[in-house]
């Protein structure tokens, strides 16, 4: 049982717009930032979002994030075929003194 | 250009200890913000924090796992130890250790290493 809760899998047809959720409490996204990972089949996470919103240098304006309250939301645009893969949200747990990850969630692309 | 590499056994023995090294460049470890954590993600699982420590020497733990685990690094080497005591088989995962800026985000990664512990 993850301490961030996100819907097991999404999915939806090439180019149009996904979201994924990802929600906490006080102790965790409520006051922390929130990061963003995306896992492509057989390779280590790479980062999409961090600090709620930003985007590394390289990451596309079709990747963005926002926050509200305790909860966090990844939203893709555009989608493409090369999009499948596991997202993980992140954060700091200020009660665990420990940082804690979403449970993932599957992007399917139709 | 910062990089991490993994490295250690692939197998271990269940109640073993096993010993566990990042090997970094790119950035140093005694710069004001920077950390390195471990992650491990078992087969077909999600990804769970392990451990991390900063560049003031300040360590956190899973509080799982708090009393099987030791970190520590050696700034002159750019290396990053983790030692986990009591192997069991749940342990067996892909252990990663990403750069951790500022305790907020993993920018870098390593590519992972796999450890096995047989039931």
């Known amino acids: 049982q993850s301490v961030l809760t996100q819907p097991p899998s999404v999915s939806a047809a090439p180019g149009q717009k996904v979201t994924i959720s990802c929600s906490g409490s006080s102790s965790n996204i409520g006051n922390n930032y929130v990061s963003w990972y995306q896992q492509l089949p057989g390779t280590a996470p790479k980062l999409l979002i961090y600090e709620n919103n930003k985007r590394p240098s390289g990451i596309p304006d079709r990747f963005s994030g926002s926050k509200s309250g305790t909860s966090a939301t990844l939203g893709i645009t555009g989608l493409q075929t090369g999009d499948e893969a596991d997202y993980y949200c992140?954060?700091?747990?200020?009660?665990?003194?420990?940082?804690?990850f979403g449970g993932g969630t599957k992007l399917t692309v139709l | 250009q910062v990089t991490l590499r993994e490295s250690g056994p692939a197998l271990v023995k269940p109640t073993q200890t096993v010993t566990l090294t990042c090997s970094f460049s790119?950035?140093?470890?005694?710069?004001?913000?920077?950390?390195v954590s471990w992650i491990r993600q078992p087969p077909g699982k999600a990804l769970e924090w392990l451990a991390r420590i900063d560049w003031d020497d300040e360590k956190y733990f899973n509080t799982s796992l708090k009393t099987r685990l030791t970190i520590s690094k050696d700034t002159s080497k750019n290396q990053v130890v983790l030692r986990m005591t009591n192997m069991d088989p749940v342990d067996t995962a892909t252990y990663y250790c990403?750069?951790?800026?500022?305790?907020?985000?993993?920018?870098?990664w390593g590519q992972g290493t796999l450890v096995t512990v047989p039931s």
């Open positions: 790119g950035f140093s470890l005694s710069t004001s913000k920077m950390c």
């Open positions: 990403a750069r951790d800026y500022s305790g907020n985000r993993f920018d870098y």
């Open positions: 992140e954060t700091w747990d200020n009660s665990l003194s420990a940082g804690v």
